[in-house]
Antibody, heavy 119, light 106 residues
Framework: EVQLVESGGGLVQPGGSVRLSCVASGFIFNKAWMSWVRQAPERGLEWVGRIKSKNDGGTADYAAPVRGRFTISRDDAKNTLYLQMNSLKTEDTAVYYC??????????WGQGTLVTVSS | AIQMTQSPSSFSASPGDRVTITCRASQAINNYLAWYQQKPGKAPKILIYAASTLQSGVPARFSGSGSGTDFTLTISSLQSEDFATYYCQHYYNYPFTFGPGTRVDI
């Protein structure tokens, strides 16, 4: 059974940084392309970015609102996905979900971790 | 970036109703489209990928169709557990984007 467990969320001041983690199990992590999706309070889903497996190049692509501020990385030895978030803005307040899948879409989701950007 | 729209944004329905939700892409995306269901306080759940392929374990009352720019999600007979918000998402090229969602209320 696929399990994705996010952590690292909390209260951060505008302009600050935070790193989210997602520990994966139940599938071959080093072959998986992994994504982050966020959802602001009472709002819809927003795709944040995706990282390829190292075998497929290991590169990441990002949505425009986060490009240059957020970085997705992975540690295949620890089956862990990361989201480094810098220069945070109040509009980055959201639940951040870690996702994966083989279909092309987001087949499996974690429970999410809440990041609140506020002074 | 490709923009996704959905209609309607919300509506009320009754158990047993046949329900259709529409999703439109701002440019052709072949069949690179997924549908998700989200209930309050829960993570989304994938229902359909490749526009019409049912994810394993999803009830057969859900179906998807379309290609190019226009897509539909149909629930053949609405059950009480289907009252939720539904999102479409394209994965044709980066950045992937979601539609704004369609809320289905009792």
């Amino acid at each position: 059974e696929v399990q994705l467990v996010e952590s690292g969320g909390g209260l951060v001041q505008p302009g600050g940084s935070v790193r989210l983690s997602c520990v994966a199990s139940g599938f071959i992590f080093n072959k998986a392309w992994m994504s982050w999706v966020r959802q602001a309070p009472e709002r819809g889903l927003e795709w944040v970015g995706r990282i390829k497996s190292k075998n497929d190049g290991g590169t990441a692509d990002y949505a425009a609102p986060v490009r240059g501020r957020f970085t997705i990385s992975r540690d295949d030895a620890k089956n862990t996905l990361y989201l480094q978030m810098n220069s945070l803005k109040t509009e980055d307040t959201a639940v951040y979900y870690c996702t994966t899948g083989n279909s092309g879409g987001e087949d499996d989701w974690g429970q999410g971790t809440l990041v609140t950007v506020s002074s | 970036a490709i923009q996704m729209t959905q209609s309607p944004s919300s509506f009320s329905a009754s158990p047993g109703d046949r329900v259709t939700i529409t999703c439109r892409a701002s440019q052709a995306i072949n069949n690179y489209l997924a549908w998700y269901q989200q209930k309050p306080g829960k993570a989304p759940k994938i229902l359909i990928y490749a526009a019409s392929t049912l994810q394993s374990g999803v009830p057969a009352r859900f179906s998807g169709s379309g290609s190019g720019t226009d897509f539909t999600l149909t629930i053949s007979s609405l059950q009480s557990e289907d009252f939720a918000t539904y999102y479409c998402q394209h994965y044709y090229n980066y950045p992937f984007t979601f539609g704004p969602g369609t809320r289905v209320d009792i």
